[in-house]
Structures are given as C-alpha cells and as structure tokens.
C-alpha cells in the first residue's frame, strides 16, 4: 500500500518569502507527526496531530511556524517569512492512532534550502 | 528537558562482527525504546522495538533494555556492509494529553568495513 508522502521533495526559497510543506499520512491512520532535521542534528519534534486537533504547539520552533490538518488527512506546515535556520530537511510520520507503542511510518522528507 | 543520548560516532565495525550501539535516557518514566535505520538522504525505518527489561531479539538484531541503568543497546550481528547507515535511538515524549512524539537522540554513524 502508498506509504507516508510529502511535497515538495525540495524548496529553495529566498529568505522572507512564506513557504507551505505538505503531508499525505498512510490511510487510515489517525496520528501525524512532524520533524525537522537539521545537518549535523537530530531529529526534532515539531508538533502532532490526532485527528485534526493539534494538543501542543509549544514544540514549533517560533511563531512564523504554523501547522494544520483538514479531514483527518493531508497536513500543511507553513513557515512565513522564513530565515536561513529554517534550512532543513521536514520529515512527516504517520502512525494507526497515538500512543507509546505504535511505529511512527516516515514520509521521504522535503528539503528546504532558504537563500 | 527529557534527552536520549548516543555516541554519534563513527563506529567502526569489520564485516561479520558485532555492532554494538548504545543509547542512554534521563525520563525514568519512559516506558518504550525505539530503534530506527536512517540512510544517507532517506527517511528513518523502525528495525527494533522494545518495552520490556531484558533482550528482544529479531533475525540479526537484539535490543536490550535496562530500566534501572536507563541504558537501551542494539547489538548487530554478522554485521554486513548494507549496515552501514546512522542508527536513532527514540523514547516517546509526553504532554498533558499522553504520547505525542518521539525524543530522538542523535544518531550513531555505523560503519561497516568489508
């Protein structure tokens, strides 16, 4: 079956433009989850999903982030007025419902270079 | 802030030998460990879960849990070139609605020499 999917696989944006990340969960699956990796970094958590409702915000980086999630499905993740530490590879996961015992299924990434 | 540590490495390791990685937590209350495979360019696959004190073993791969060291390890053996690859280490992390995310520690750089 389709896995986790994202689009763009790679934006190059100039500093202070506004870019717009997508997610396409496996279906079915209730839990979405995004991440940021950075060269050199870990993996970092950014904000969950269950269903449309997003519990806790306090792991976007700053307030030009921003996230949503329509139908139970597709999420965007919306970066305004980026600057160049927004450079980073964004990771989506999905996984059948929240929780500690579920595996989180990664989507491919997207790339976002910021000029 | 609760952190999953590991040795970023590398580590090198001669075909047909054991890897052994190694990951350490502050969260005493954490509860399950997470073990992923990330390639260069590619996004993290799950290789290993475990919950429980003790060894979980899957084909070539046993994880190891000590809750009372608070040491998760993942042991690879007769390890093969295609091993190589930056192995994450992962613990659930927690808000005031329950699980919502992974704490990754930040990978170790696994090298498999031919």
């Known amino acids: 079956g389709a896995g986790v999917s994202q689009s763009p696989s790679n934006k190059v944006t100039e500093k202070g433009k506004d870019v717009e990340l997508r997610c396409d969960p496996i279906?079915?699956?209730?839990?979405l989850y995004w991440y940021r990796q950075s060269l050199g970094q870990g993996l970092e958590f950014l904000i969950y999903?269950?269903?449309?409702?997003?519990?806790?915000k306090s792991g976007l980086p700053s307030d030009r982030f921003s996230a949503e999630r329509t139908g139970g499905s597709v999420s965007t993740l919306t970066i305004q007025r980026t600057q160049q530490e927004d450079s980073a590879v964004y990771l989506c996961?999905?996984?059948?419902?929240?929780?500690?015992?579920?595996?989180?299924?990664f989507g491919p990434g997207t790339r976002l270079t910021v000029l | 802030q609760k952190e999953v540590e590991q040795n970023s490495g590398p580590l090198s390791v001669p075909e047909g030998a054991i890897a052994s990685l190694n990951c350490t937590y502050s969260?005493?209350?954490?509860?399950?460990f997470f073990w992923y495979r990330q390639y260069s360019g590619k996004s993290p696959e799950l290789i290993m879960f475990?919950?429980?004190?003790g060894d979980k073993e899957d084909g070539r791969f046993t994880a190891q849990l000590n809750k009372a060291s608070q040491y998760v390890s993942l042991l690879i053996r007769d390890s093969q070139p295609s091993d190589s690859a930056t192995y994450l280490c992962?613990?659930?992390?927690?808000?005031?609605?329950?699980?919502?995310?992974?704490?990754f520690g930040k990978g170790t750089h696994l090298i498999i020499q031919p």
């Open positions: 969260d005493r209350g954490s509860q399950s």
């Open positions: 475990i919950y429980s004190n």
């Open positions: 279906s079915g699956h209730t839990a």
């Open positions: 992962a613990a659930p992390r927690y808000s005031g609605g329950g699980a919502d995310g992974l704490t």
């Open positions: 999903f269950q269903g449309n409702s997003a519990p806790d």
């Open positions: 996961a999905s996984s059948p419902t929240s929780g500690s015992w579920y595996e989180q299924f």
